[in-house]
């Protein structure tokens, strides 16, 4: 709604006096951060809210775990044998997926503070991923104390995998404390393609029934699901978060990522070169196994320095692999599905000062993060939620704001509609 058909400070609305008390009232809750500071000191009305930090419990067993156990203070490897099925690395690995972190402001940016044993060759890794207000998973990203996790875009619920991987020699490494921060990065970040990512790639089929997927799935006969060669797009054990849409000869199938492999772990090949995780002179959609085999890229070696002997991008479980119609190993073309935001995001001006935006499409839910005055915010989707009203005009309409992690009230959008034209509904 324009600026000019409402007030545009509360101090104008107060010169009115009582006629506009309600109007006030839901103006302020909206342009004015209520209750006392937020944990950390940050003071009301601060934007965008400052860093918070948490301890996670590493103590008590989380439901989702594969091949770790819990001694003299540490989590460490239960069984240096075991190791994911589609990957085949001699090195034993296990994983923990801690419960999710509700937090009260956006954030975008992930600093983990590890503190392990790590003998010779062994390793942990920190991934982090967050869900935004549209109930959407980000990919997982590796977290370093030296690199912080950059996820694409801001959250509010945040969860993290601790992965533990044994050395060559079979030593383990033992992580006794894990406590993280998070912030909301100012700068803009890219919007996401608006479809999900396609690519041809070389399929193989992963077979190995009796053993454990990455997620820790114990692969039955006449299977359905796939392997991908990082664990960005790994699901939970059970879930179908990153599924992929596989088209092959004869029929397409919707299968979970359940294991990570072939050939490689860190190869994302279905992200833009900038933010792949490793190879990053290849381009989107070329897995590091097919460059290797068709143009000696690294010499011809994955990343564990093993000679590439098939291109493959993917591993298909038996189901999966017979029902889209290969009978060997052969080309499918590959749809990412959580890559795609499923609407792209349109520019409009904002208008007011210390703006709240809040964690779901109402004045009294939770402040996520502010507008500190005038801007241009990407909106992703509208939707109608708490209504708000100021100076003789109302409006339930809210958008979501993808950068920020939250929705603004439609009031606060500097355009004629209260339903913005050409933004979907959420």
């Not at 092959?248 to 359940?258: L, N, Y």
Request: charged share 20%; proline share 8%.
């Amino acid at each position: 709604m324009r600026r000019d058909r409402r007030p545009n400070t509360i101090a104008t609305l107060v010169r009115r006096g009582p006629a506009v008390a309600v109007s006030l009232l839901a103006v302020a809750a909206l342009t004015l951060t209520a209750g006392p500071a937020a944990a950390g000191g940050t003071p009301p009305g601060d934007t965008p809210p400052g860093a918070v930090s948490w301890r996670a419990d590493l103590s008590t067993p989380t439901g989702d775990e594969t091949n770790v156990s819990r001694s003299g203070g540490a989590l460490r490897l239960r069984d240096r044998g075991l190791r994911p099925a589609s990957s085949r690395s001699p090195r034993g690995q296990g994983a923990v997926l801690l419960p999710v972190r509700a937090l009260d402001r956006a954030v975008d940016v992930i600093t983990p503070d590890l503190d392990a044993s790590l003998p010779g060759g062994s390793q942990v890794s920190v991934d982090v991923r967050g869900q935004d207000g549209l109930g959407r998973w980000t990919e997982w990203r590796e977290a370093r104390g030296d690199a912080p996790a950059l996820l694409p875009r801001a959250v509010t619920r945040v969860q993290t995998r601790l992965t533990l991987v044994s050395a060559d020699d079979g030593a383990t490494p033992a992580v006794r404390a894990l406590r993280l921060s998070a912030e909301l990065d100012e700068a803009p970040m890219a919007a996401a393609a608006a479809e999900p990512y396609s690519a041809r790639v070389y399929a193989t089929r992963e077979g190995l029934v009796g053993a454990t997927t990455a997620n820790g799935h114990v692969i039955v006969p006449d299977d359905h699901f796939v392997a991908l060669p990082s664990r960005r797009g790994l699901s939970p054990k059970g879930s179908a978060q990153y599924s992929v849409r596989v088209c092959g000869p004869v029929r397409c199938e919707t299968a979970p990522v359940w294991d990570v492999g072939p050939w490689n772990t860190r190869d994302d090949h279905w992200n833009p070169s900038s933010v792949r995780e490793s190879f990053k002179d290849l381009p989107q959609g070329r897995p590091e196994a097919q460059a290797a085999y068709e143009d000696g890229y690294n010499g011809g070696k994955d990343g564990s320095g093993r000679r590439v002997l098939n291109p493959a991008g993917i591993d298909l479980a038996d189901g999966t692999f017979h029902d889209v119609g290969l009978n060997d190993n052969g080309w499918v073309t590959v749809t990412y599905l959580w890559t795609g935001s499923g609407s792209s995001a349109a520019s409009f001006p904002t208008w007011g000062t210390d703006v709240n935006i809040r964690q779901q499409p109402t004045s009294t839910s939770a402040r996520v993060a502010g507008l500190a005055g005038p801007t241009t915010v990407r909106v992703q989707c509208q939707v109608h939620g708490g209504l708000v009203q100021a100076d003789g005009h109302s409006n339930d309409a809210w958008s979501y704001l993808p950068d920020y992690g939250g929705y603004v009230s439609n009031i606060f959008i500097d355009v004629a509609d209260s339903w913005l034209p050409g933004v979907p509904g959420c």
